[in-house]
C-alpha cells in the first residue's frame, strides 16, 4: 500500500473535529491510492463511504431541522443513500436517466430558456421502489435526501399545517437537498368531515406556494400511493413522473437473483421463483429472500428452496407468508411438484431439485 500519510494525517484530524466532509475527502483519496495493490480494501472503504451518511446527532446538526412549534418533532429528517440496486423496466428507466440528465445539465437548459421544474412524482403500490428511487436519485446527484412524511407534517390545528410547509420550504434551499415529499396524498384525506373545505384548500396552497418559491435548481421527489387522490394543481406542478405496478417477469428475475441468490443462483430456480411470484412488489420478494436467507444461516443449512416456494405460493401484494423452517410434508411437497409442474411447467429434473429429493420420487407424485 501507498498511502500518503499526509491524507492519514488529514483523516484522523478531520476525525476528531467531526469534519465530515474532509474525513470522506481524505477517505477517498486514500482509497483511490491504494486501489492499484488492494482493489478490496478501497473497495470495501469506497462502500462504507457510500452507505453511511452524516451522522445527524453529531455537531448539533439536528438541532437545525425544522420542528412542529408543538410536538418538538423533526418535520424532516436525513435519509441515507439506499446500499440495494435498483430494478427498473425499460420504461422507468428511460424517464428516470432523463431525469438525472435534466437535473445534471440544468444550467445549460436554462441558458437555452428550457428549463424546467425538476419535481419528479413516483405512483405506485407500497414495496415497488419508490422511496428507493428517491435515494438512488440524491445517490447518483451526491446531494443529501430530506424525506418529509406529510401525515406527519399535517397538525391537528391546520393553521399550524400551512406553517409546518412553510418551514420545510424554507429550509430545503439552505442545504441543497433533495426534498423527498413520501406520502404526498395525506393533503387529500384532508377532505373528511372534520375539516372545512375552504382550510383543506389553504394547506394546498400553502404546498403549491412551497413548490413554487423553490428555484429552478431545487429537486422535489413526491411519492404516494394513489396518484387519483392528488389535487390536480398539484399533480400538474410534476413534469416527471411514473407510475409504478408491480414488477414483470424480468424484473422479478433480478430481484430473486439480487435478494435471494446475492447476485448468482442457478437460471432455472431463478426463472421459476420469478414466474410464481406475479403480483408480488420487490419489496415482497425482498422480504421473503430474506426471511429465507436467515433461516438458512441459523439452521446453518443451504437455503430451503421448497419452503421459499411455498411460502411465495401463499403469499399477496404486502403480505407474505413466512417460509417454514425445516422440511415440508410429504403433502405439501405433493402439492408444490403438481402445482409447479402443471401451471409453471417446471421439468422434473428441477422439481427434484427444489424439492430435495430423487426424480423417481417426483414421477411418483405427479403420478398420483
Ligand atoms: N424496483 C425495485 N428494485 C429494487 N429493489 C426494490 C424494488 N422495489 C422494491 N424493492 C425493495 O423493496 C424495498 C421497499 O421498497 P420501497 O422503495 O420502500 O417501496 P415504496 O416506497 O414504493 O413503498 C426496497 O428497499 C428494495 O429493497
Ligand atoms: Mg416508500
Given at each position: 500500500m501507498?498511502v500518503n500519510?499526509?491524507?492519514?494525517v488529514?483523516?484522523?484530524?478531520?476525525a476528531?473535529d467531526?469534519?465530515?466532509?474532509d474525513v470522506r475527502a481524505?477517505?477517498n483519496r486514500?482509497?483511490?491510492?491504494?486501489s492499484s495493490d488492494?482493489?478490496e480494501?478501497?473497495?470495501?472503504?469506497?462502500?462504507?463511504?457510500?452507505?453511511?451518511?452524516v451522522?445527524?446527532?453529531?455537531?448539533?446538526y439536528i438541532?437545525s431541522?425544522?420542528?412542529?412549534?408543538k410536538?418538538?418533532?423533526?418535520l424532516?429528517?436525513?435519509t441515507?443513500?439506499?446500499v440495494?440496486p435498483?430494478?427498473?423496466?425499460q420504461e422507468?428507466?428511460n424517464v428516470f436517466?432523463?431525469f438525472?440528465?435534466?437535473?445534471?445539465n440544468v444550467?445549460?437548459?436554462?441558458?437555452?430558456?428550457?428549463?424546467?421544474?425538476l419535481?419528479?412524482l413516483?405512483?405506485?403500490?407500497?414495496?415497488t421502489g419508490k422511496s428507493l428511487v428517491a435515494?438512488?436519485?440524491a445517490a447518483?446527484?451526491?446531494r443529501?435526501?430530506y424525506t418529509?412524511?406529510l401525515?406527519s407534517?399535517?397538525?391537528?390545528?391546520?393553521?399550524?399545517?400551512a406553517?409546518?410547509i412553510r418551514?420545510?420550504?424554507?429550509?430545503?434551499?439552505?442545504?441543497n437537498g433533495?426534498?423527498?415529499?413520501?406520502?404526498?396524498?395525506?393533503v387529500?384525506k384532508?377532505?373528511?368531515?372534520?375539516?372545512e373545505?375552504?382550510?383543506?384548500?389553504?394547506?394546498?396552497n400553502?404546498?403549491?406556494?412551497g413548490l413554487?418559491?423553490?428555484?429552478?435548481?431545487?429537486v422535489?421527489?413526491a411519492a404516494?400511493?394513489?396518484?387519483?387522490l392528488?389535487d390536480?394543481?398539484?399533480?400538474r406542478?410534476?413534469?416527471?413522473?411514473?407510475?409504478f405496478s408491480?414488477p414483470?417477469?424480468?424484473?422479478r428475475?433480478?430481484?430473486?437473483?439480487?435478494?435471494?441468490?446475492?447476485?448468482?443462483?442457478?437460471?432455472?430456480?431463478i426463472l421459476?421463483?420469478?414466474?410464481?411470484s406475479d403480483?408480488?412488489?420487490g419489496g415482497d420478494?425482498e422480504?421473503?429472500?430474506?426471511?429465507?436467507?436467515r433461516?438458512s444461516?441459523l439452521?446453518?443449512s443451504?437455503?430451503?428452496?421448497?419452503?421459499?416456494?411455498e411460502a411465495?405460493m401463499n403469499?399477496?401484494?404486502?403480505?407474505?407468508a413466512?417460509?417454514?423452517?425445516?422440511e415440508?410434508?410429504?403433502f405439501?411437497?405433493?402439492k408444490?411438484a403438481?402445482?409447479?409442474?402443471?401451471?409453471?411447467?417446471v421439468a422434473?429434473?428441477?422439481?427434484a431439485k427444489?424439492l430435495?429429493?430423487?426424480?423417481?420420487t417426483?414421477s411418483?407424485?405427479l403420478r398420483?
Amino acid at each position: 500500500m501507498q498511502v500518503n500519510q499526509d491524507d492519514i494525517v488529514a483523516l484522523i484530524e478531520a476525525a476528531l473535529d467531526a469534519n465530515y466532509s474532509d474525513v470522506r475527502a481524505a477517505s477517498n483519496r486514500i482509497a483511490k491510492s491504494i486501489s492499484s495493490d488492494d482493489l478490496e480494501c478501497a473497495k470495501k472503504i469506497k462502500s462504507i463511504l457510500r452507505k453511511k451518511g452524516v451522522p445527524l446527532q453529531s455537531s448539533g446538526y439536528i438541532d437545525s431541522l425544522p420542528v412542529d412549534s408543538k410536538s418538538r418533532a423533526p418535520l424532516l429528517e436525513e435519509t441515507q443513500w439506499p446500499v440495494t440496486p435498483l430494478v427498473l423496466n425499460q420504461e422507468s428507466q428511460n424517464v428516470f436517466q432523463t431525469f438525472l440528465s435534466d437535473v445534471i445539465n440544468v444550467d445549460e437548459l436554462i441558458s437555452h430558456g428550457l428549463s424546467g421544474r425538476l419535481n419528479f412524482l413516483l405512483s405506485g403500490p407500497p414495496g415497488t421502489g419508490k422511496s428507493l428511487v428517491a435515494g438512488h436519485i440524491a445517490a447518483q446527484l451526491n446531494r443529501p435526501l430530506y424525506t418529509v412524511r406529510l401525515d406527519s407534517v399535517i397538525s391537528s390545528l391546520l393553521g399550524d399545517t400551512a406553517k409546518n410547509i412553510r418551514q420545510i420550504f424554507d429550509f430545503i434551499p439552505k442545504r441543497n437537498g433533495v426534498l423527498f415529499l413520501d406520502e404526498v396524498d395525506a393533503v387529500a384525506k384532508l377532505r373528511d368531515d372534520r375539516h372545512e373545505l375552504g382550510e383543506l384548500k389553504r394547506v394546498v396552497n400553502t404546498l403549491i406556494q412551497g413548490l413554487d418559491s423553490l428555484d429552478d435548481h431545487a429537486v422535489v421527489i413526491a411519492a404516494t400511493n394513489h396518484s387519483g387522490l392528488l389535487d390536480p394543481a398539484i399533480w400538474r406542478r410534476f413534469p416527471y413522473k411514473i407510475d409504478f405496478s408491480v414488477p414483470d417477469l424480468e424484473m422479478r428475475k433480478e430481484l430473486w437473483k439480487h435478494f435471494l441468490f446475492v447476485d448468482g443462483g442457478e437460471e432455472s430456480m431463478i426463472l421459476m421463483l420469478a414466474k410464481i411470484s406475479d403480483g408480488l412488489s420487490g419489496g415482497d420478494i425482498e422480504s421473503l429472500s430474506l426471511a429465507v436467507r436467515r433461516k438458512s444461516v441459523l439452521t446453518k443449512s443451504d437455503v430451503n428452496m421448497a419452503s421459499v416456494v411455498e411460502a411465495t405460493m401463499n403469499s399477496a401484494l404486502g403480505n407474505t407468508a413466512t417460509p417454514e423452517g425445516g422440511e415440508l410434508s410429504t403433502f405439501k411437497k405433493k402439492k408444490i411438484a403438481t402445482i409447479l409442474y402443471k401451471s409453471y411447467g417446471v421439468a422434473q429434473v428441477d422439481l427434484a431439485k427444489i424439492l430435495s429429493t430423487s426424480r423417481q420420487t417426483i414421477s411418483g407424485y405427479l403420478r398420483e
